[in-house]
T-cell receptor
Framework: GAGVSQSPSNKVTEKGKDVELRCDPI?????LYWYRQSLGQGLEFLIY????????KSGLPSDRFSAERTGGSVSTLTIQRTQQEDSAVYLC??????????????FGPGTRLTVL | GDSVTQMEGPVTLSEEAFLTINCTYT??????LFWYVQYPGEGLQLLLK?????DKGSNKGFEATYRKETTSFHLEKGSVQVSDSAVYFC????????????FGKGTMLLVSP
């Protein structure tokens, strides 16, 4: 079956513009995660969805970042008024269930965002 | 809070050399520990895991043992190949109710023929 897919694979934008990043999780996976991979910073957790709700938004770096998930499937990460420090690779992952038991997270290839 | 510290890279080795990438963690309770690998141009893949103290995870010739007394989960391979060149991430999962992974910063491994 298909893995986690993300689009676009690359996005170049100008400072101050809004961007939307999309994630299609593996079919049937109820949990979805967004991470950010910055040079020299490793992977930072951004937000976690269980179904359509986000019980953990603690990683969102500012109120310019928001995310939603509809139909328990596709998720969109939106960054408003982009800044150069937002340049990074944004990774999405999904797992069969979330909660207190670990279930393997499967990662997408990421979206490379460059803010000029 | 939880944290993972791994050795900085790049680690440069010749083919068939022995590999160790150090990883230590800080977390309350009893986390599960993981190594993920990211090959050039690809997404992260789970390489191996260990869910309790003294467990040894292994896959593709790589091994790591969960050492609670030293809070470590060092990655080892006896004989690396050029195809092992990638970035390796150590991570932990603590069952606090949310399913988030805490990652180290990653270690790049470069293997030359």
């Amino acid at each position: 079956g298909a893995g986690v897919s993300q689009s676009p694979s690359n996005k170049v934008t100008e400072k101050g513009k809004d961007v939307e990043l999309r994630c299609d999780p593996i079919s049937g996976h109820t949990a979805l995660y967004w991470y950010r991979q910055s040079l020299g910073q490793g992977l930072e957790f951004l937000i976690y969805f269980q179904g359509n709700s986000a019980p953990d938004k603690s990683g969102l770096p500012s109120d310019r970042f928001s995310a939603e998930r509809t139909g328990g499937s596709v998720s969109t990460l939106t960054i408003q008024r982009t800044q150069q420090e937002d340049s990074a690779v944004y990774l999405c992952a999904s797992s069969y269930v979330g909660g207190s038991s670990y279930n393997e997270q499967f990662f997408g290839p990421g979206t490379r965002l460059t803010v000029l | 809070g939880d944290s993972v510290t791994q050795m900085e890279g790049p680690v440069t080795l010749s083919e068939e050399a022995f590999l160790t990438i150090n990883c230590t963690y800080t977390a309350t309770g009893y986390p599960s520990l993981f190594w993920y690998v990211q090959y050039p141009g690809e997404g992260l893949q789970l390489l191996l895991k260990a869910t309790k103290a003294d467990d040894k995870g292994s896959n593709k010739g790589f091994e790591a043992t969960y050492r609670k007394e030293t809070t470590s989960f060092h990655l080892e391979k006896g004989s690396v190949q050029v195809s092992d060149s990638a970035v390796y991430f150590c991570a932990l999962f603590r069952p606090s109710g949310y399913s988030t992974l805490t990652f180290g910063k990653g270690t790049m491994l470069l293997v030359s023929p």
